[in-house]
């Protein structure tokens, strides 16, 4: 079995942030949690870090990059992360998390502790790109790319799906089973409308349907987002025959909020989610869904990141493919 970072966070029972911050020397955590981490690692023959663990008080920082994630419970992350660290070990580099919190938070500090780590590279997962962080980032002098965001005002590199054509697709495929009154759960509705909003609202338009604005609420991705959402949604407006969520997670607690009010899904509420995440086969019932190539983008994001950390040449951006997968949340609307 392949050692991750990931596993040695699981197996000592502490998340993938705390094991990298002990790696590479940095404060955060008491030192029961630093003993069982370095056992897990010795135990284990863990060797990606080697240069840290080898000089824990002054770490080799010269083939370090960061990696900023605002969420390191999901699976969603997880996956990409995968993938991000995949490609560093065998190009040689170590990698750092930083979780930022949600929304971000932490962001502009944790940029502080990476410049002074003098890292590499920079990846930003899920991360929205404003003029403040784009300034910020910039000063800095370090590569960076987005991966699963983008920027349409400044020419940074990243790597995504097209969220806007994915959520048309879904929308479309709730359409095409005879649903009009499709709700949508979005995300934080603070950053301005966001692609997948837009591509909920294009194809009800395309469709010659009005987008009533009290069927769209805004979660955080989150279940328990999902779920206060919905029972918004079913408290407003009674007629509502289907829902897509910008989440599989907020997918999964809009059908807990469904049930809860006596609902049966799909049979009275079709619902259709977006990331094909492990939970969405685990749900009930199984949860149609948008996939996208996760692991793959944390694969592609890093040889992207590597080639501009030792080309100094800014790289081109890349859109990854998305897939509808079809399962049993989605019933054809017959009444």
Do not use: W
């Not at 663990?53 to 699976?75: A, F, M, Q, R, S």
């Not at 940029?111 to 910039?138: C, M, P, Q, W």
């Not at 944390?298 to 790289?315: F, S």
């Amino acid at each position: 079995m392949k050692i991750t970072i990931r596993e040695i966070a699981r197996r000592a029972g502490v998340s993938t942030a705390t094991v990298s911050r002990i790696i590479n020397g940095l404060g955060g955590y008491n030192d029961d949690t630093k003993e069982k981490v370095l056992a897990v690692i010795e135990e284990t023959g863990y060797k990606g870090n080697a240069s840290a663990l080898k000089d824990y008080n002054h770490p080799k920082v010269d083939k370090l990059i960061g990696v900023l994630v605002p969420d390191l419970e999901t699976d969603f992350y997880a996956k990409i992360i995968s993938g991000l660290e995949e490609v560093a070990r065998k190009q040689g580099y170590s990698i750092l998390i930083s979780n930022t919190g949600k929304e971000g938070k932490n962001t502009y500090e944790d940029i502080n502790v990476l410049k002074k780590r003098k890292v590499s590279g920079i990846a930003l997962v899920g991360t929205f790109l404003d003029e403040i962080l784009y300034e910020k980032l910039e000063r800095t002098k370090i590569p960076y790319i987005l991966i699963s965001s983008t920027s349409y005002k400044y020419q940074v590199p990243y790597i995504k799906v097209d969220s806007f054509q994915a959520v048309y697709a879904a929308v479309g495929y709730l359409l095409a089973q005879g649903h009009t009154q499709i709700a949508m759960i979005a995300g934080t509705s603070k950053k301005g409308m966001s692609n997948r909003e837009m591509g909920y609202r294009k194809a009800m338009e395309d469709a010659g349907l009005t987008v009533k604005e009290s069927r769209i609420a805004y979660g955080d991705f989150s279940f328990q987002s999902g779920k206060t959402c919905m029972k918004k949604l079913l408290d407003l407006d009674k007629e509502i025959t289907a829902v897509f969520a910008a989440s599989d997670d907020m997918a999964i607690g809009a059908i807990s909020a469904a049930y809860e009010r006596g609902m049966s899904v799909p049979n009275e509420l079709s619902v259709i989610g977006y990331d094909n995440t492990k939970v969405a086969e685990m749900s009930y019932p199984p949860l149609t869904t948008i996939a996208q190539p996760l692991y793959e983008m944390g694969i592609e994001g890093m040889k992207i990141l590597i080639k501009y950390i030792e080309t100094h040449e800014k790289q081109s951006s890349v859109v990854m493919p998305f897939e509808l997968i079809e399962r049993k949340s989605v019933e054809a609307y017959n009444k």
